[in-house]
């Protein structure tokens, strides 16, 4: 562990300027220095798998990794990070590819509200890294760190005793920790990684310029779509509006454009109401690609509510039958955030019926229709319903034809 | 559960942070394992923060001739896995017991001494062992003994404009033998009452010394020399019994110190009574434990 750098004094109503790597993402934070680890990782970062509880150190819920020792995120100032290396929970495993503690922790039971599951997770992960020879007996004692109201901590133990026995050689490291952008939800945190070209001066996050690139987070996507659409228009049609970035903004419900930033770089927010759930994204796309039959697209976002999404997004048209247009829009879509916890099914067919929107719009774009001006967005009851109708649709298709059609 | 506001600063020398709490309304933080929870249910409200972490000399633990110097930023469990602290085998005892491994990680020696809570650990160790205190100021850097240092719950000599630099532990004689055990309701929590010990072996004529120091059970951590009571129990069982014999010899006058020493009013875990069976029972059975360390041959006297 290295020290940290001095730092002149900070008033109590000023913002301290923090750099940490998060589950291997390097970020910069700028927060009061009242503001605790666990605060920032979840309002600022949009890390919300490190839950609160008590918040002043008794109950561990809070429990992470700092420079590879578990700590208590609410025992500590974020401010008195500066370099240090933080693992969540989040870094831990992936929804395709958990860590052997989160296998072991569902195969025994070791969970059953899960509030305290993340705190159990970093604690007994700390100590298998430290202690790989514990012995079932010490458990209870070396795991009392973290309260747990639900098992009665049999399940717990079960789980951390048969990972330990696996990996007495040494257990595997987090399994998902890279660079990637991580999206707060406040104002106050931005997280664009350093490396960002900004003027001099001016913080990630400030309203002129732009970042040099949206970087993709690596590993699995959240969801990733592929959606062919028969358009009535023609290509030319079609390559009209592939060159009209405002206008196919417009064709995507809820969405608007606000700036061009040059470059190929637009400013832009969108606004997707799915029930009790209000999302309310404001973010930039960079242009990639731009040809009458091909688009190519990096985008990122923040939900004003706790939530960030990127997305690398393809569209390609192609000459279709009677003198129309195929179009074949594909996307890796990346959720952080309050979002990623819809789960992967509903955030799939939404996203889904909004390409099938996309191209509904874009094909009355290419017959020269202007798109609604005041788009409404995508409606709770209108998409909920839509998917639900997909999914009959589908599994009718599949009831009838025994092939599956949908990814 | 929010700290107030605070105005906050990350010197990095010494006389840097000594100047900055000599100015206002300061306190020091270090892991802030103590401190946090403070503040966070606001029962502080200091207007400045002085982070020392980033003070590369508080960052040393060194071994300097017959003692161990832990600086003012040296993590609990650095300590605990350090081989050159083992050389204080009442610190790598006792350190287990200090909150859980999640707080030692951040936790620092230096802290919970100056942080002085009664019912912890560190503190009777730094008394049990006389250890030796380092404070700096503004005014300069004077040392104070372990016998003075604890003035009354969470009150030491550290006056509000010094800083505990370091701790020096004394290494143990070859001829000593050390105990450490305490009863709480939950492992990590506070301890309702617990003790450290030290004992030397009989020497050229003399008979073996003990002292054992209290802690849980006071508004500071209690020594009591207990050298007659050991001797006394040596002497209806005599100079190799086994650790039962032994216990069960030391009870009576384990007994008697409990008595005098327990002065805390009692809480809803425990009353003043039940602290002093609990500090009882653990006198004897530590106190029989850490004769057998200090007589018992080199090889087989590490603790644990």
């Known amino acids: 562990m290295t020290l940290p750098q001095p730092t002149a004094r900070t008033g109590a109503d000023q913002d301290v300027e923090v750099s940490l790597t998060v589950n291997g993402s390097p970020v910069t934070v700028s927060l009061p220095a009242r503001v605790t680890l666990s605060d920032a990782l979840r309002d600022h970062l949009g890390l919300t798998g490190t839950h609160v509880g008590c918040e002043h150190g008794i109950c561990g819920m809070c429990t992470v990794l700092v420079d590879g020792d578990a700590a208590r995120a609410c025992l500590l100032f974020a401010v008195q990070l500066d370099g240090a290396e933080i693992t969540t929970v989040e870094g831990l495993g992936r929804p395709d590819e958990l860590h052997p503690l989160q296998e072991a922790f569902g195969r025994h039971h070791g969970l059953q509200c899960g509030f305290c599951t993340p705190g159990f997770l970093m604690s007994s992960y700390d100590l298998l890294t430290h202690e790989p020879d514990v012995e079932r007996e010490d458990l209870p004692s070396k795991l009392s760190g973290v309260l747990c109201r639900c098992t009665g901590y049999r399940g717990i133990v079960d789980a951390v ?46 309203d002129e310029g732009h970042p040099e690139e949206i970087a ?35 064709c995507l419900p809820g969405a608007e454009l606000t700036d061009d930033l040059g470059d190929d770089w637009y400013r832009g927010r969108a606004r997707v109401a799915l029930g009790p759930v209000k999302l309310a994204f404001n973010g930039m796309a960079h242009i990639l690609e731009q040809s009458d039959e091909r688009i190519r697209m990096n985008g990122q976002g923040r939900d004003s509510g706790g939530g960030g999404a990127q997305a690398g997004i393809t569209m390609v048209a192609a000459p279709g039958d009677d003198g129309g247009t195929t179009l074949r829009a594909t996307a890796d879509v990346f959720l952080t955030g309050r979002i990623a916890g819809f789960g992967r099914s509903l955030a799939g067919d939404v996203s889904r019926r909004m390409f099938a929107d996309f191209a ?13 001006v005041d788009a409404r967005p995508p409606s709770a009851v209108a998409l909920l319903w839509s998917s639900l109708v997909d999914r009959v649709r589908a599994r009718r298709r599949r009831a009838t034809s025994g092939r599956r059609r949908r990814p | 559960m929010k700290a107030a506001p605070f105005a906050y600063t990350r010197p990095g020398t010494v006389e840097e942070v000594v100047a900055d709490l000599a100015r206002e309304d300061a306190k020091v933080i270090a892991g802030g394992q103590s401190l946090v929870p403070v503040l966070a249910m606001r029962l502080g409200r200091p207007a400045l923060l002085v982070d020392v972490n980033a003070v590369p000399e508080l960052d040393a633990l060194t071994r300097d001739g017959d003692v161990v110097r832990v600086g003012a930023t040296v ?33 620092t020696v230096c802290g919970s001494i100056a942080h002085a809570d009664p019912s912890a650990e560190l503190p009777a160790v ?19 003994p372990a016998a003075d240092f604890f003035s009354g719950a969470m009150t030491t000599a550290v006056a509000a404009d010094e800083l505990l630099t370091q701790v020096a532990f004394p290494v143990a004689r070859r001829d000593e033998g050390f105990g450490f055990g305490e009863f709480a309701r939950r492992h990590g929590d506070f301890a309702l009452a617990g003790v450290a010990v030290r004992v030397r072996a009989p020497g050229h004529g003399d008979g073996p010394e003990a002292r054992v120091t209290c802690f849980g059970v006071s508004d500071v951590p209690v020594t009591a020399d207990v050298s007659a009571e050991l001797r006394a129990g040596l002497e209806a069982v005599g100079p190799a019994p086994s650790r039962g014999e032994l216990v069960s010899a030391l009870a009576g006058h384990a007994g008697d110190v409990a008595r005098a020493v327990v002065d805390t009013g009692g809480d809803s875990h425990a009353s003043p009574e039940y602290r002093r069976r609990l500090l009882s029972g653990l006198i004897a059975r530590e106190v029989a434990a850490a004769y057998l360390r200090a007589t018992r041959p080199e090889t087989e006297r590490s603790p644990r």
């Open chain 1, 216 to 250: 993709l987070p690596e590993g699995e996507p959240t969801i990733r779509i592929d959606v062919t659409s028969a358009l009535d228009a023609a290509p030319e049609d079609v390559a009209r509006v592939f060159h009209d970035v405002r206008l196919l903004a417009r």
């Open chain 2, 126 to 144: 730094a008394r049990c062992l006389g250890a030796t205190m380092v404070l700096t100021s503004t005014h300069g850097t004077r040392e104070v």
């Open chain 1, 161 to 206: 005793d048969e990972v330990a026995h696996a990996h007495r050689d040494g257990l595997p490291g987090p399994g998902n920790c890279h660079r990637r952008t991580l999206v707060g939800r406040t104002a106050a945190g931005t997280t664009v990684p350093p490396a960002v070209d900004q003027p001099a001066g001016e913080g990630p996050g400030a």
């Open chain 1, 360 to 372: 509904r719009a874009l094909d009355r774009a290419a017959a020269g229709e202007e798109p609604a």
């Open chain 2, 75 to 107: 993590r609990q469990r650095r300590t605990e896995r350090s081989e050159l602290a083992a050389a204080v085998p009442l610190l790598r005892m006792a350190l287990p017991w200090v909150g859980h491994r999640e707080i030692r990680s951040r936790g």
